[in-house]
């Protein structure tokens, strides 16, 4: 049944060093900690949508390679908690969007028996939601209990400033050059949550690369009228 989950293929872009750590800088310590196989508890992690959390478990098992499992049930709830046999042979197991299957009776009985088979082989469990554990609304409350022992981090938004340095991380790291005032133009001109802007700057990554034109606003501004006719 793991075998589910095996093709899925993580985001080229989600590793560490594309990830702007102001103001979560413990987490990210922790998470590069526990993919380079030191031992802990593992972790959960938490915030609203957009704020990192699928790039955060993705560059885990990015970093840690074959020893780790990416699980999105977001993707994967309908499969059913079959998929979660055997992952426990991985040691680490980072289970993304666990908020679709809380109060599913099965699929909470099959996460608490996950976490007990980590825990006998030395494994560890990373977990993403919208909020803690205890506010997550397990009712399975030996999975409660088993979870709410997990270091929990909540994930901390960026503010205008950081959204800029992480936009231009990002294109850095795809080896685009971002100028500031054309990165601040993006944030005037898009939604403001960040898995729009990179979404947008993937976008003018393609069509600059196709037009041979660098990232400037003119260019920004162009692109976005073309979409706005269309």
């Not at 987490?27 to 790039?55: F, I, M, N, R």
């Not at 709410?148 to 850095?172: G, M, N, T, W, Y």
């Not at 601040?184 to 990554?205: H, P, Q």
């Not at 501004?221 to 979409?227: A, G």
């Amino acid at each position: 049944m793991t075998q589910l989950v095996l093709p899925l293929q993580l985001a080229d872009h989600a590793v560490f060093a594309s990830f702007l750590d102001h103001g979560n800088e413990t987490l990210v310590s922790t998470l590069v900690s526990l993919s380079a196989g030191d031992t802990g508890q593992g972790c959960w992690l938490w915030g609203a949508p957009a704020t990192g959390k699928t790039h955060l478990l993705q560059a885990v098992c990015d970093r840690a390679g074959d020893r780790s499992v990416y699980l999105p049930l977001a993707m994967l709830a309908q499969a059913g908690p079959g998929i979660l046999e055997g992952l426990a042979s991985r040691s680490l197991v980072c289970i993304d969007n666990i908020d679709e299957i809380v109060g599913q009776d099965a699929w909470e009985v099959g996460l608490f028996n996950l976490f007990n088979d980590l825990q006998e082989s030395g494994g560890q469990l990373i977990v993403a939601a919208r909020a803690a554990p205890r506010e997550c609304g397990i009712v399975l409350a030996d999975l409660a209990s088993r979870m709410s022992r997990l270091p929990v981090f909540q994930i901390h938004a960026l503010d205008e400033q950081q959204r800029v340095a992480a936009l231009k991380l990002r294109a850095r790291h795809r080896g685009l050059e971002l100028p500031d005032d054309t990165a601040a133009y993006m944030l005037k001109r898009s939604r403001r949550d960040m898995a729009s802007l990179y979404e947008l700057l993937d976008k003018l990554d393609l069509e600059a690369l196709r037009a041979q034109r660098r990232l400037t606003i003119p260019f920004v501004r162009e692109v976005l009228q073309r979409d706005a006719n269309h």
